[in-house]
Nanobody, 109 residues
Framework: VRLVESGGGSVHAGESLRLSCTVS????????MGWYRRAPGKEREVVAA??????VYGDSVKGRFTISRGDGRNTIHLEMNNLKPEDTGVYYC?????WGQGTQVTVSS
């Protein structure tokens, strides 16, 4: 299984970013896939994840971030709006027990 992430970058507070993750090497679909992040000095935490028909959002991103499936079969997106400096970190895509390499998101005030 290979996960390729894209879309990270540096923005100012209040701006938006869209992350994408494409999975290859599997035929199981996107039933267990999501985004996690590791902020500087903190443990990795869930940002948004799909578990079958359920979607889970981290408390700090509810109402600002949206996870969705792409037009392709094996792509998910994370739409991040109204970004805050505390959203800074490395964002990882996860598919079952496989992780992507991570993409940096930096939000300045």
């Amino acid at each position: 299984v290979r996960l390729v992430e894209s879309g990270g970058g540096s923005v100012h507070a209040g701006e938006s970013l869209r992350l994408s993750c494409t999975v290859s090497g599997t035929t199981f679909g996107l039933s267990h896939m999501g985004w996690y992040r590791r902020a500087p000095g903190k443990e990795r935490e869930v940002v948004a994840a799909v578990f079958g028909s359920n979607i889970v959002y981290g408390d700090s991103v509810k109402g600002r971030f949206t996870i969705s499936r792409g037009d392709g079969r094996n792509t998910i997106h994370l739409e991040m709006n109204n970004l805050k400096p505390e959203d800074t970190g490395v964002y990882y895509c996860k598919y079952f027990n496989d992780w992507g390499q991570g993409t940096q998101v930096t939000v300045s005030s």
